[in-house]
């Protein structure tokens, strides 16, 4: 299990991790999830010890990073796939960081059947797909089978294949009970891969919870056609109901549910066509939760952007 406990990150001027909580438990995928420059990576190299907090503290298993005693065997990461000497085989690449870690060699050859490029082993790394190179860089987050894994937006650039093996395979990872990290800036990528999801911007919590969760949050709308739309949208509004047109001959009705709405119009004397109840889609749920922090984020000086 991993602990992010109440963790800020300050670089001068900018706020990167703004008192972020939560934890993230064994067994599942989670999702963390945000619009670019919102602190995800951030997070993840404070987690690994490669930067530190201004305030708060991570624990993996109840331990710092630093107190780890072998950590490559207690977590596991793909921070950024291409950051692998180029001349390099993949399995002289992992045979290196076996060494260096006390992991035996054979190891080095399960890994890479496990991700799929056993037959490209002693082929350069340069070479190497982008889609291949974050096999390689998960096969080097596995080389100690450590419980806990991060992995830092690994489906970008991946084709549609690419991406299905790599869902398939943190699902795998979960199953076996370990706690697996996954960040992410698409809501529709973290939907199909993440049983939990930790929405942040602007460095801070927006919330958590169930992929089903989030999406109840935020009232879906009612799509009505109707005999008489202008007497129903007078009666609407009197409900307090927000009335958009979307056609001429329907309306789009929200703060109300859809039984409201058919009562209202029985007592209006209208006569409904149709009566349709319009789940928010996820993207939707996201763009509503990070409006805030994506306007904020599009002004800030010196963001990087990441693709
Ligand atoms: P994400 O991974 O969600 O895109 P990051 O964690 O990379 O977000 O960045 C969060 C914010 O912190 C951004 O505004 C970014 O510009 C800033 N930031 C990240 N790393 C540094 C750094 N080493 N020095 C200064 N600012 C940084
Ligand atoms: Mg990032």
Redesign the pocket.
């Known amino acids: 299990m991993l602990k992010i406990d109440h963790l800020t990150k300050r670089y001068d001027e900018t706020i990167a991790v703004n008192d972020l909580d939560f934890e993230v438990k064994p067994g599942v995928v989670t999702g963390f999830l945000g619009p ?2 919102s602190g ?3 997070t ?1 190299r404070i987690i690994l010890g490669l930067d530190h907090p201004t305030k708060g503290d991570v624990t993996i298993d109840g331990k710092k990073y630093e107190n780890l005693k072998s950590p490559l065997h207690e977590v596991g990461a793909l921070l950024d796939a291409k950051a692998v000497h180029p001349g390099r085989t993949a399995r002289n690449h992992l045979r290196a960081l076996a060494a260096s870690n006390r992991i035996k060699p054979s190891r080095v050859d399960e890994v890479l059947e496990f991700t799929g490029i056993a037959s490209v082993a002693n082929k350069k790394v340069g070479g190497f797909s982008l889609g291949m190179s974050q096999r390689l860089g998960i096969a080097a987050a596995l080389l100690g089978d450590p419980q806990v894994l991060l992995f ?2 690994p489906v970008n650039g991946l084709d549609p294949e690419g991406i299905r093996w790599i869902r398939e395979f943190f699902r795998s990872l979960a199953k076996e009970g370990r706690t697996v990290f996954v ?1 992410s ?1 698409l809501m529709s990528e973290m939907a199909l891969t993440a049983d939990q999801i930790i929405v942040i911007g602007r460095g801070k919590l927006i919330t958590q919870g169930s992929v089903d969760d989030l999406t109840a949050t935020v009232q879906g709308t009612v799509l009505v056609r109707a005999s008489n739309l202008t007497t129903l949208t007078k009666a609407l509004l009197a409900k307090k109901a927000t009335v958009q047109s979307t056609s001429d001959t329907t309306i789009s009705v929200s703060g109300l549910a859809s039984d409201d709405v058919g009562q209202i119009a029985f007592n209006a004397g209208v006569v409904i066509h149709e009566l349709t109840p319009q789940r928010a889609s996820l993207e939707e749920v996201f763009m509503e939760l990070t409006a805030d922090s994506l306007e904020y984020g599009a002004s800030m000086p010196g963001d ?1 952007s ?1 693709e």
């Open positions: 670019n420059g995800k990576s951030t993840m830092d937006e960040s800036h990087v990441h």
